[in-house]
């Protein structure tokens, strides 16, 4: 599966989320978006600028090709995900539209993608927002409606009391170790049911 990082680029926090996908035995890959700069900056407002400056459709097709890459990896069946947090969530979304093939796509908090894409989207979704997010919550409903008018398989867990980034362990300010849990054992179910 592809794990997409949040707005501040790759690091601890999604390097753990990659280790604890291997140790739930999925092979599991986060590319770093800034690669091509150089990498992920240490300065998390250096990054976010550095992200807030990528050409979108470089990358969303630099993501679409390492999709394509674990499709193939010796040993693989084929099968891929999307499992994107924050700015990566909306990443995830963004797959779900443009790979017709993608297996299933995990978004967490990260901005929906509007409703007139929803019909290019065949991948099944999970999705999880934190309830006091109300920033990102605001593109849930439409989104929402959109899915269930076109019939898209999807399960929207948006979690009691929990905020943007609760699933970051490395943010004291955000992290609800509640949520968390509770969304790491519905994504690890999910996902074995769909990539099996």
């Known amino acids: 599966m592809l794990v997409?990082?949040?707005?501040?680029?790759?690091n601890s926090h999604i390097e753990k989320v990659v280790e604890r996908f291997a140790e739930e035995g999925?092979?599991?890959?986060?590319l770093?978006?800034?690669a091509l700069q150089g990498g992920t900056p240490e300065d998390e407002d250096e990054a976010r600028a550095a992200i807030g400056s990528l050409d979108s459709e470089e990358n969303l097709n630099n993501?679409?090709?390492?999709?394509?890459?674990?499709?193939?990896?010796p040993g693989s069946n084929g099968k891929v995900a999307s499992v994107?947090?924050?700015?990566?969530?909306?990443?995830?979304?963004?797959?779900?539209?443009a790979d017709q093939n993608l297996d299933a796509a995990v978004i967490y908090y990260g901005k929906s993608p509007d409703s007139s894409q929803v019909p290019a989207?065949?991948?099944?979704?999970?999705?999880?927002?934190?309830?006091?997010?109300?920033?990102?919550?605001?593109?849930?409903?439409?989104?929402?409606?959109?899915l269930e008018k076109h019939g898209k398989r999807f399960s929207l867990h948006m979690h009691k009391g929990a905020g943007h980034a609760f699933n970051n362990e490395t943010r004291a300010?955000?992290?609800?170790?509640?949520?968390?849990?509770?969304?790491?054992?519905?994504?690890?179910?999910?996902?074995g049911s769909e990539l099996a």
């Open 4 to 10: 997409i990082h949040e707005n501040t680029g790759l």
């Open 26 to 30: 999925f092979v599991a890959f986060a």
């Open 32 to 34: 770093d978006a800034l």
């Open 63 to 73: 993501y679409l090709a390492s999709l394509d890459y674990l499709r193939h990896l």
């Open 84 to 97: 994107g947090f924050c700015w990566g969530g909306k990443v995830s979304g963004e797959l779900a539209v």
């Open 121 to 146: 989207i065949n991948a099944p979704l999970l999705l999880h927002y934190g309830e006091q997010d109300e920033r990102i919550n605001a593109t849930v409903p439409d989104f929402q409606a959109a």
């Open 173 to 191: 300010d955000r992290y609800d170790p509640n949520a968390a849990a509770e969304s790491w054992k519905l994504t690890i179910a999910f996902l």
